[in-house]
């Protein structure tokens, strides 16, 4: 149990689009959930924090406008890079707490973005 | 920059020896938690132990929390290749509310040579 997918896993877009992001958890319902980023060899930096039916907590650094997070449900949570540049290209990580346990984090498999 | 702190930063042994990595982090801390990531995958979780422990197993993993040095270790014994990853430490700080957000470490780049 606590499966967390990413859609899509690789990505290649040209600079100035915008490119949507996908977080699922698929057997359980996750009350929060956080987006990072990593740059090659480098450790995860939190990007922010979403909680269902409210707006994401962006950590310090982290442009709300060019970094759109949507948690519309208790199972998906999207992450739209706008207007995209080639510094964007990253790996993109998402994970998922359980409701009622708030210390551990599935985590997804990334998405790879590659801007051109 | 409230990020952990890792060394190694790289470590090359061989198979059925032991591995140790060390963690060093600034903040008070709820709990610490070790994860594995292969390369170009995303992680998974190892184990976490509390900030009122001390040491902890799970299998081959031997995990120690020195909360007055700020410092944890992770130990795998009688290493594998496919135990060749990454591993990093993540400190929760406990920040309020149900939302713990985790602070990475710099991470430790283990591999195992059959």
């Known amino acids: 149990g606590a499966v967390v997918s990413q859609h899509p896993s690789r990505v290649i877009c040209k600079s100035g689009t915008s490119v949507k992001i996908e977080c699922r958890s698929l057997?359980?319902?996750?009350?929060?959930m956080f987006w990072y980023r990593q740059f090659p060899k480098q450790s995860l930096m939190l990007m922010a924090t979403?909680?269902?039916?409210?707006?994401?907590?962006?950590e310090q650094g982290v442009e709300k406008d060019k970094f759109l997070i949507n948690h519309a449900s208790l199972t998906l949570s999207t992450l739209t890079v706008t207007s995209a540049h080639p510094e964007d290209s990253s790996f993109y990580i998402c994970?998922?707490?359980?409701?009622?346990?708030?210390?551990?984090?599935?985590f997804g498999p990334g998405t790879r973005l590659t801007v051109t | 920059s409230q990020q952990g702190e890792e060394d190694p930063q790289a470590l090359s042994i061989q198979e059925g020896e032991n591995a140790t990595m060390n963690c060093s982090y600034k903040?008070?801390?709820?709990?610490l938690q070790w994860y594995r990531q292969n390369s170009g995958r995303g992680l998974v979780h190892l184990i976490l132990?509390?900030?009122?422990?001390r040491e902890k197993h799970s299998g081959r993993l031997r995990v120690t929390l020195d909360t007055s040095k700020k410092s944890s270790s992770l130990l795998i014994t009688a290493s594998r290749a496919a135990d060749t990853a990454s591993y990093f430490c993540a400190t929760d700080a406990g920040y309020g509310g149900a939302t713990n957000k985790l602070i990475f470490g710099t991470g430790t780049l283990l591999a195992v040579q059959p």
């Open positions: 057997d359980f319902q996750a009350t929060t």
């Open positions: 903040t008070s801390i709820n709990n």
């Open positions: 994970s998922a707490t359980r409701t009622g346990a708030p210390y551990e984090q599935y």
């Open positions: 132990i509390r900030s009122n422990e």
């Open positions: 979403s909680n269902e039916g409210s707006k994401a907590t962006y």
